[in-house]
């Protein structure tokens, strides 16, 4: 089976999984972004991840999306969308789910260098690697 074919399946399946009894969690929804990230299927990727509920300290938001799923996005998730989007050469997009990670939940070490080794390899460290490292230390 192709990968294409394989996405088409776990897509119907994600659909489908409330009504089989089967109860989505962020684990669920990480495995597919990432799957949808490495077939380069950006879009489908976005509207699970935006999908996800971001807690914001004691606010919760609820994002527009597919169908506003109730989980919490946690810091696998975003570092995955982030690593998906510096494979896909989005720098912008990426700093800006970076950026709302470092503000929102927190980054990691690995959110941290995934970030910093895409902008080396993007040739793009003398201005976005030093705006990215001030924004750190802040």
Known sequence: MSLAELLVQALALFDHMDGMGIQRD??????LINGLLRATQLNPAFQVF????????????????MDGMGIQRDVITCTIL??????ATRLNPA????????????????SNTGIMDALTKANEVSKDLVKLITYLKN
């Open 26 to 31: 962020v684990i669920t929804c990480t495995i």
């Open 50 to 65: 935006f999908s996800l509920v971001h807690d914001i300290g004691a606010n919760t938001i609820s994002n527009t999306g």
């Open 82 to 87: 982030i690593n998906g989007l510096l494979r």
């Open 95 to 110: 700093f800006q789910v970076f950026f709302s990670l470092v503000h929102d939940i927190g980054a990691n070490t690995i």
